[in-house]
């Protein structure tokens, strides 16, 4: 009802576990520019499988991790090894938002497998900031073509480059159970090259009777080495299909404050 309310048929609020359907509380936990974290990341751990425990241990009464911040702790692939042994003890965790670290491409994967193999149904990801590159995104994508819960996912400030970000776009676009609307690329190294993969996504979407996330998806670009001359022109998308039959599509990239449609 609230969903309907809300106006938000897929919204990440109430799309979640069939935990969340239960009389419990849920609860976020945050740790910000501590950047002495790396030297204690195993006690760190241990203090969230403990707390973890207990909330589930209370059953549908107690407490369950929802949200889990750990922003701008330059967490390294060593302390993350320890930290995300924890996960498994947050069911319910549907935000994880790992923004300004100093994760690699090793951590993308582990965090791949955590997108579809972990108990949780992670809807928010935030990855920006990080030494994300292009053997990163190669295995966030692999996550990304198989997942079915995701709705925001931002990379931001890692230089993934166009073919990093075709390469997310293919994902999205051969996942026919996709939920991402929200996909965030500020600062990454893109060209225009990556506006005219987007936009062929779409024309190539909007030609398919078959449903695609693509069509809903929103882009950030913000900060990237676009033109607006040629992408004004690139982003005319025909949206008729093989019968003449005009076909809506409700994607749109975002560039500084302005929303081109």
Request: aromatic letters at 8%; glycine letters at 8%; proline letters at 2%.
């Amino acid at each position: 009802a609230l969903e309907l309310l809300l106006g938000r048929r897929h919204s990440r609020l109430f799309v979640m576990n069939d935990i969340f359907e239960k009389p419990v509380r849920f609860i976020a936990i945050c740790l910000a520019n501590c950047t002495q974290l790396n030297d204690y990341a195993g006690e760190f751990a241990a203090i969230l499988i403990s707390f973890a425990e207990q909330c589930m241990s209370n059953g549908s009464k107690g407490f369950s991790i929802a949200e889990l911040a750990l922003r701008g702790n330059y967490i390294n692939s060593q302390s993350f090894t320890e930290i995300v042994s924890s996960f498994e003890f947050m069911p319910a965790l549907v935000t994880l938002d790992l923004s300004n670290n100093c994760l690699g491409s090793t951590d993308l994967g582990t965090l791949s497998k955590l997108l579809n193999g972990g108990p949780q149904r992670l809807q928010r990801l935030v990855l920006a900031g990080n030494n994300i590159g292009f053997e990163g995104v190669s295995r966030l994508a692999e996550g990304v073509k198989r997942n079915k819960y995701l709705f925001f996912l931002d990379i931001g400030c890692n230089n993934i480059g166009d073919s990093g970000f075709a390469l997310l776009i293919s994902a999205i676009q051969s996942n026919p159970l996709s939920r991402l609307r929200w996909l965030g690329v500020d600062n990454c190294g893109l060209t225009n090259a990556a506006v005219v993969s987007f936009t062929t996504s779409l024309r190539e979407c909007c030609g398919s009777h078959r449903p695609n996330a693509v069509l809903r998806l929103v882009v950030s670009m913000m900060g990237n080495q676009l033109y607006n001359k040629d992408i004004l022109r690139e982003i005319k998308i025909d949206r008729q299909d093989s019968h003449g039959t005009s076909k809506s599509s409700n994607s749109f990239i975002r560039l500084a404050d302005q929303l081109i449609f």
